[in-house]
């Protein structure tokens, strides 16, 4: 693809942020979005998985998969992959900062079924990214991702002090904040767009 890695990077936060315009990722972004702590620390999380398992990705795609010509097992492997970085993530992060990991919970294993982190390994290699590009759409698409959990939990925070309307509490609130959310990333694709 024509585009500069830099430029891929900024797209990918805002134009085509993987979350509000892809809409990928949603199950964990709305159960921790509740506490902006907690949105953070998986936001950081993310960020690490997409932009080391893009890479990774990357490199067994291009040296393993196309030489062996096993390209029809790139879903299986690229979710090994990225499965065996959230183990090693996990451990790290209950090693160095319990806290995080008991906050996370059970969202942060979930990290490996997240569709944003599998997304972004596809669409490296439908557009056809090189390298730096690659790392450069992982980077962004996690700071994208980070970015719209935190938004979220600082509206949900505020929302706490005022009145929601019993039906829409929860779920309901958090898809209408994300759907204009949505629209206001969608104002940015003006700008510049990545397909």
């Given at each position: 693809?024509?585009?500069?890695?830099?430029?891929?990077?900024?797209?990918?936060?805002?134009?085509?942020?993987?979350?509000?315009?892809?809409?990928?990722?949603?199950?964990?972004?709305?159960?921790?979005?509740?506490?902006?702590?907690?949105?953070?620390?998986?936001?950081?999380?993310?960020?690490?998985?997409?932009?080391?398992?893009?890479?990774?990705?990357?490199?067994?795609?291009?040296?393993?998969?196309?030489?062996?010509?096993?390209?029809?097992?790139?879903?299986?492997?690229?979710?090994?992959?990225?499965?065996?970085?959230?183990?090693?993530?996990?451990?790290?992060?209950?090693?160095?900062?319990?806290?995080?990991?008991?906050?996370?919970?059970?969202?942060?294993?979930?990290?490996?079924?997240?569709?944003?982190?599998?997304?972004?390994?596809?669409?490296?290699?439908?557009?056809?990214?090189?390298?730096?590009?690659?790392?450069?759409?992982?980077?962004?698409?996690?700071?994208?991702?980070?970015?719209?959990?935190?938004?979220?939990?600082?509206?949900?925070?505020?929302?706490?002090?005022?009145?929601?309307?019993?039906?829409?509490?929860?779920?309901?609130?958090?898809?209408i904040i994300t759907g204009i959310m949505a629209m206001g990333f969608i104002g940015f694709s003006g700008i510049v767009q990545i397909q």
């Open positions: 693809m024509d585009i500069s890695a830099f430029v891929l990077f900024w797209a990918a936060i805002f134009t085509s942020n993987i979350l509000l315009t892809n809409f990928l990722g949603m199950c964990s972004y709305l159960s921790v979005s509740k506490e902006i702590e907690s949105s953070f620390g998986l936001g950081v999380a993310v960020i690490f998985v997409l932009t080391a398992t893009s890479a990774l990705n990357w490199l067994v795609y291009h040296y393993i998969l196309v030489p062996f010509d096993i390209v029809y097992l790139q879903f299986i492997v690229f979710i090994i992959v990225i499965a065996a970085f959230v183990q090693f993530l996990e451990l790290l992060i209950e090693r160095y900062a319990p806290a995080l990991y008991y906050t996370l919970g059970i969202f942060l294993p979930l990290i490996t079924v997240n569709c944003a982190i599998l997304g972004v390994s596809l669409f490296m290699i439908i557009r056809s990214y090189n390298f730096i590009q690659s790392i450069a759409y992982g980077a962004g698409s996690g700071i994208g991702w980070l970015l719209a959990i935190l938004m979220l939990a600082g509206i949900r925070r505020k929302l706490k002090e005022k009145m929601v309307p019993i039906g829409l509490h929860g779920a309901g609130i958090s898809l």
